[in-house]
């Protein structure tokens, strides 16, 4: 099964406030904008991954994907994060009806193409499935295969959320850089001990980043 990936990022001057500890408001939008190429440009290189859609309002964030090879879909919404994949699911079956989508965050710097198509695949067998965050009670992935509805219900305690819907938990190992969503400086050190990918490796080497 092929799959279309539906990322949302929200505007670069917005994203990765929990990061204060770690990174400068003036350093923040480069992160968060580094993040996002590593894991567009690790997801196009997975074999399970069709397409990419990129659901942003943010002119540098889109080109720079768009670069990458991501279609971006302007977030017409502009309702928060669920209503961002809603929209950019509906985007993407108003050209495919029968496409099979997942969406997946745009902050895994780490992401390896294998893991994530291990992942797919593996929610390829369900009618909707879904990935836990390192943390344990978030989610990086939710996956609905051809016909179903995506449902997102991301946020907070997304896993229990998710989990209540429907959603088949994934219970995989070894996809560790799938799971490892970075939103405080702890969650940066995980990543960067995983090995990220170039872009965000260029950003946070002018970074002083305690325990590295």
């Not at 290189?45 to 397409?51: G, I, K, L």
């Not at 390896?112 to 009618?127: G, I, Q, T």
């Not at 490892?180 to 001990?193: F, H, I, M």
Request: net charge negative; charged share 20%.
């Amino acid at each position: 099964m092929q799959w279309t990936l539906v990322i949302p990022l929200k505007p670069l001057s917005r994203a990765k406030s929990r990061l204060s500890d770690t990174a400068a408001d003036a350093l923040r939008p480069g992160l968060a904008l580094a993040f996002a190429q590593d894991t567009v440009a690790a997801a196009l290189a997975c074999p399970a991954v069709r397409d990419v859609a990129v659901v942003t309002d943010d002119a540098l964030a889109g080109r720079e994907l768009a670069a990458l090879g991501a279609r971006i879909v302007p977030d017409e919404p502009r309702g928060g994060l669920n209503a961002a994949l809603a929209h950019g699911a509906t985007a993407v079956r108003a050209a495919r009806p029968t496409s099979a989508v997942a969406a997946l965050n745009a902050d895994l710097p780490a992401l390896r193409p294998p893991e994530l198509s291990r992942v797919l695949d593996a929610a390829a067998e369900f009618p909707r499935a879904f990935l836990a965050d390192a943390a344990e009670i978030g989610t990086t992935l939710l996956a609905a295969t051809p016909a179903q509805e995506l449902l997102p219900s991301f946020g907070p305690d997304s896993r229990a959320r998710h989990r209540a819907s429907g959603a088949v938990e994934l219970t995989l190992d070894a996809v560790d850089s799938v799971r490892q969503d970075v939103d405080t400086g702890e969650d940066l050190r995980a990543a960067l001990a995983l090995g990220v990918g170039r872009y965000t490796a260029t950003v946070s080497a002018g970074l002083l980043i305690p325990g590295t």
